[in-house]
């Protein structure tokens, strides 16, 4: 009677746990197939797994492919090393003759050292599936790709797959402090439990890992960009090589961010001059030290001289130097040194726009050969939306590698669904004219565009120790999208909504439909409720949550939101023209003659560049004031409409992401009102126009709005 009691207990609690979707799983899902068809039609060509566990690395793939198809197909696998219908053959030409066999030798040279092949065969009869690579890591991801193929539903009877990483190294960045806060992020605690490493490896790290390598990331910088010289001390590398030692069979390397004043914080060094020899040899003998602890370590990120860190010019040296002493450091064993182009000073007079171009340019061709320049996609700092930074195509000689940020700090934070994907495709496939038409971004990061010898992509990581990893369950795709994107910048936003959503949600047509034309819209809506038509950093002082486009009292000019706006009685916007800041100097030609004409100055890019007069006419007919009214109003009633297609799902996906994300949804829809009344009642102050018909009126007063204070935001 008991035990049987206890069984009830325990198939409902199986049933619960079951339904139960709590997000922790992320795309990684492996629930069998519903779909009757599509489960008869792989079980009858998946019926057995051949690789061989020789490596950490093939291991990983080995236990991937095992849990994904057993789960997937609700069968048993078997492993066989013989080849019988129905055989998964993972492996290198070296490990297979069937490999060596069926993969011709274009086929695998094109999968070079990360990538790999997927493809059927006939071998004496027997039909087969091969994913073939020329590296475990390449077979790894091989394997979480065949794994996506059935999760999405994709036909595998007529298989020629061959993908390769378009940018060598893809990389996350985690703004994450040693006492387990994290800059800029919304999704709880650090994920690094520094106090109980390096004894205690948690699951989330292989977890982690695995989720980063079925999207291909092979990089991650633990540690936030104003760094704490902790990091560098023996303990602390310790728990470091703990976490590499956990990632390395999933390809992902460990960096760290480098503190300039380490010689003088941890070494006892008078000065951190790079020119100084003492301080040369101490971070040359701290590179051997991290090399000890691990072999592998990938090399530093740097943020000096930006926003009061220590830097080389300090003591009246270049970026170059610093960058140079660094460099040379990690070289010998290989590293790289990732060197931060985020500066700007208040006490230079000079629009903030322009300063990083006119800091780097200058400093061309004098980098090592192991130094790249991350910079971010936009001149002034992760913005709704921005122009592309100038810096991308102007350095010949240096390579550039992009900054984007997956975590939303202007963007809503954790509360608002926004899909980054399509904002970073408008960045990469951004024309800069360099080399005349076709000049993408993309084309300078990847190299194809130049002979640079180091490719890399960056991503400031969204990811935190809530049970979903990202707070919002939507901030999952960013993370995912960000990484197909680092392997493949040709795919289209569509296509990884699409992936994202049938491996996280469902495979129900329907809902698929909704739930990417929420997606694909998303950025935009936030856009028009937020910074409408080149508006940009009118966020709230120090937090960033919420607008406050008022603000001037903070210390610094170019810290405040009147001097990115700078509305007065005769209109809005920025002049960086000729007549103004010329910041449109440091594009080419193309693209300055067409921004700078304010007839041809795309409509979104309007008040970054120009300061416009209230009544100037736009493209749809509307004065620039009503224009402005229009666009905070079309964005708050898009989320609007956003909310009613969202509760359509309801019986289509599980219960606990469909009520979390409706709750999201009611808070996103209250803070774009809010954002839509507070901006119009202060920039009326200006315009003293009356709001057009048909635009909602601000529920509240002026003052009403500048009084709110949100003293504990997250993430500051
Ligand atoms: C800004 C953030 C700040 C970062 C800085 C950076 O507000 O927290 O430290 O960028 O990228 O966006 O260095």
Same mark, same amino acid.
């Given at each position: 009677?008991?035990?049987?009691?206890?069984?009830?207990?325990?198939?409902?609690?199986?049933?619960?746990?079951?339904?139960?979707?709590?997000?922790?799983?992320?795309?990684?899902?492996?629930?069998?197939?519903?779909?009757?068809?599509?489960? &008869?039609?792989?079980?009858?060509?998946?019926? &057995?797994?051949?690789?061989?566990?020789?490596?950490?690395?093939?291991?990983? %793939?080995?236990? #991937?492919?095992?849990?994904?198809?057993?789960?997937?197909?609700?069968?048993?696998?078997?492993?066989?090393?013989?080849?019988?219908?129905?055989?998964?053959?993972?492996?290198?030409?070296?490990?297979?003759?069937?490999? %060596?066999?069926?993969?011709?030798?274009?086929?695998?040279? !094109?999968?070079?050292?990360?990538?790999?092949?997927?493809?059927?065969?006939?071998?004496?009869?027997?039909?087969?599936?091969?994913?073939?690579?020329?590296?475990?890591? @390449?077979?790894?991801?091989?394997?979480?790709?065949?794994?996506?193929?059935?999760?999405?539903?994709?036909?595998?009877?007529?298989?020629?797959?061959?993908?390769?990483?378009?940018?060598?190294?893809?990389?996350?960045?985690?703004?994450?402090?040693?006492?387990?806060?994290?800059?800029?992020?919304?999704?709880?605690?650090?994920?690094?439990?520094?106090?109980?490493?390096?004894?205690?490896?948690?699951?989330?790290?292989?977890?982690?890992?695995?989720?980063?390598?079925?999207?291909?990331?092979?990089?991650?910088?633990?540690?936030?960009?104003?760094? $704490?010289?902790?990091?560098?001390?023996?303990?602390?590398?310790?728990?470091?090589?703990?976490?590499?030692?956990?990632?390395?069979?999933?390809?992902?390397?460990?960096?760290?961010? %480098?503190?300039?004043? %380490?010689?003088?914080?941890? @070494?006892?060094?008078?000065?951190?001059?790079?020119?100084?020899?003492?301080?040369?040899?101490?971070? !040359?003998?701290?590179?051997?030290?991290?090399?000890?602890?691990?072999?592998?370590?990938?090399? *530093?990120?740097?943020?000096?001289?930006?926003?009061?860190?220590? @830097?080389?010019?300090?003591?009246?040296?270049?970026?170059?130097?610093?960058?140079?002493?660094?460099?040379?450091?990690?070289?010998?064993? @290989?590293?790289?040194?990732?060197?931060?182009?985020?500066?700007?000073?208040?006490?230079?007079?000079?629009?903030?726009?322009?300063?990083?171009?006119?800091?780097?340019?200058?400093?061309?061709?004098?980098?090592?050969?192991?130094?790249?320049?991350?910079? !971010?996609?936009?001149?002034?700092?992760?913005?709704?939306?921005?122009?592309?930074?100038?810096? *991308?195509?102007?350095?010949?000689?240096?390579?550039?590698?992009?900054? *984007?940020?997956?975590?939303?700090?202007?963007?809503?934070?954790? +509360?608002?669904?926004?899909?980054?994907?399509?904002?970073?495709?408008?960045?990469?496939?951004?024309?800069?004219?360099?080399?005349? !038409?076709?000049? +993408?971004?993309?084309?300078?990061?990847?190299?194809?565009?130049? $002979?640079?010898?180091?490719?890399?992509?960056?991503?400031?990581?969204?990811?935190?120790?809530?049970?979903?990893?990202?707070?919002?369950?939507?901030?999952?795709?960013?993370?995912?999208?960000?990484?197909?994107?680092?392997?493949?910048?040709?795919?289209?936003?569509?296509?990884?909504? #699409?992936?994202?959503?049938?491996? +996280?949600?469902?495979?129900?047509?329907?809902?698929?439909?909704?739930?990417?034309?929420?997606?694909?819209?998303?950025?935009?809506?936030?856009?028009?409720?937020?910074?409408?038509?080149?508006?940009?950093?009118?966020?709230?002082?120090?937090?960033?949550?919420?607008?406050?486009?008022?603000?001037?009292?903070?210390?610094?000019?170019?810290?405040?939101?009147?001097?990115?706006?700078?509305?007065?009685?005769?209109?809005?916007?920025?002049?960086?023209?000729?007549?103004?800041?010329?910041?449109?100097?440091?594009?080419?030609?193309?693209?300055?003659?067409?921004?700078?004409?304010?007839?041809?100055?795309?409509?979104?890019?309007?008040?970054?560049?120009?300061?416009?007069?209230?009544?100037?006419?736009?493209?749809?007919?509307? +004065?620039?004031?009503?224009?402005?009214?229009?666009?905070?109003?079309?964005?708050?009633?898009?989320?609007?409409?956003?909310?009613?297609?969202?509760?359509?799902?309801?019986?289509?996906?599980?219960?606990?992401?469909?009520?979390?994300?409706?709750?999201?949804?009611?808070?996103?829809?209250?803070?774009?009102?809010?954002?839509?009344?507070?901006?119009?009642?202060?920039?009326?102050?200006?315009?003293?126009?009356?709001?057009?018909?048909?635009?909602?009126?601000?529920?509240?007063?002026?003052?009403?709005?500048?009084?709110?204070?949100?003293?504990?935001?997250?993430?500051?």
């Amino acid at each position: 009677m008991r035990k049987a009691l206890l069984i009830v207990l325990l198939a409902t609690y199986m049933s619960l746990r079951l339904n139960a979707e709590d997000g922790y799983r992320l795309w990684l899902r492996y629930d069998r197939i519903s779909n009757p068809t599509l489960l &008869s039609a792989y079980r009858s060509q998946i019926s &057995s797994l051949s690789i061989e566990k020789n490596s950490p690395t093939l291991t990983a %793939a080995h236990d #991937e492919l095992l849990t994904g198809l057993e789960g997937l197909l609700g069968m048993k696998i078997n492993l066989h090393t013989s080849i019988i219908n129905g055989t998964l053959l993972i492996g290198t030409p070296n490990q297979s003759k069937t490999v %060596a066999n069926n993969v011709s030798r274009t086929e695998i040279e !094109k999968a070079g050292k990360q990538g790999f092949v997927i493809k059927n065969a006939l071998i004496n009869g027997k039909k087969i599936i091969l994913v073939a690579a020329n590296t475990d890591i @390449g077979l790894l991801y091989g394997s979480f790709h065949f794994i996506r193929l059935l999760q999405t539903g994709k036909p595998i009877s007529n298989l020629h797959i061959i993908s390769s990483p378009l940018i060598e190294n893809r990389i996350l960045n985690h703004w994450d402090n040693l006492n387990r806060t994290v800059e800029r992020g919304y999704a709880g605690s650090s994920i690094w439990d520094w106090h109980r490493l390096p004894g205690y490896i948690d699951q989330r790290y292989k977890d982690y890992a695995r989720a980063n390598a079925s999207i291909g990331i092979n990089g991650t910088v633990l540690t936030n960009v104003n760094a $704490n010289a902790l990091v560098l001390s023996g303990m602390y590398l310790e728990k470091c090589a703990a976490l590499a030692a956990t990632f390395r069979p999933y390809g992902i390397r460990v960096y760290l961010t %480098a503190r300039f004043s %380490a010689p003088v914080e941890l @070494g006892g060094l008078k000065t951190a001059d790079p020119l100084d020899e003492k301080v040369k040899q101490w971070w !040359k003998d701290k590179a051997a030290e991290i090399y000890r602890h691990i072999p592998d370590f990938g090399g *530093f990120l740097v943020k000096a001289n930006s926003e009061g860190q220590p @830097g080389p010019q300090n003591y009246g040296r270049t970026h170059a130097d610093g960058a140079n002493m660094l460099a040379d450091a990690v070289a010998p064993f @290989g590293g790289i040194v990732m060197w931060r182009a985020f500066v700007y000073s208040n006490e230079t007079p000079d629009d903030r726009f322009k300063q990083a171009y006119n800091e780097f340019k200058p400093l061309d061709g004098l980098f090592r050969k192991n130094v790249v320049l991350q910079v !971010k996609n936009g001149p002034i700092d992760f913005q709704p939306r921005e122009p592309f930074h100038p810096l *991308f195509g102007a350095m010949k000689q240096t390579p550039l590698m992009m900054e *984007f940020q997956i975590t939303q700090e202007y963007l809503g934070q954790a +509360t608002h669904l926004v899909f980054l994907p399509v904002m970073f495709k408008e960045v990469l496939d951004a024309d800069t004219y360099i080399n005349g !038409k076709g000049s +993408t971004v993309a084309k300078f990061i990847d190299g194809s565009s130049g $002979n640079q010898n180091l490719s890399a992509m960056a991503g400031v990581a969204n990811i935190g120790s809530d049970r979903n990893w990202t707070g919002h369950p939507f901030g999952q795709a960013n993370w995912y999208g960000y990484g197909r994107l680092a392997w493949d910048h040709r795919l289209s936003s569509t296509d990884i909504a #699409e992936e994202w959503i049938r491996q +996280t949600f469902t495979n129900d047509a329907g809902a698929i439909s909704t739930i990417k034309n929420i997606m694909l819209r998303s950025h935009e809506m936030l856009v028009n409720y937020m910074t409408p038509l080149g508006l940009n950093h009118i966020m709230g002082n120090g937090h960033h949550y919420g607008p406050s486009p008022w603000s001037a009292n903070l210390p610094r000019a170019d810290w405040n939101p009147v001097y990115y706006h700078r509305a007065d009685s005769a209109g809005i916007g920025f002049d960086r023209t000729s007549t103004g800041s010329n910041a449109l100097s440091q594009y080419a030609q193309t693209v300055r003659t067409k921004w700078e004409n304010i007839a041809s100055c795309p409509e979104e890019y309007l008040l970054w560049f120009h300061h416009v007069s209230w009544n100037h006419k736009m493209k749809s007919g509307r +004065t620039l004031w009503e224009e402005l009214c229009y666009k905070y109003n079309e964005g708050v009633d898009s989320i609007q409409s956003v909310q009613r297609q969202w509760k359509q799902l309801s019986s289509r996906i599980d219960k606990q992401r469909f009520a979390e994300v409706a709750m999201l949804l009611g808070i996103q829809v209250e803070e774009a009102t809010w954002w839509r009344d507070a901006c119009l009642s202060y920039f009326q102050t200006f315009s003293r126009q009356p709001i057009p018909r048909g635009v909602g009126e601000p529920r509240h007063s002026l003052d009403y709005y500048k009084s709110l204070r949100f003293p504990y935001a997250p993430g500051n």
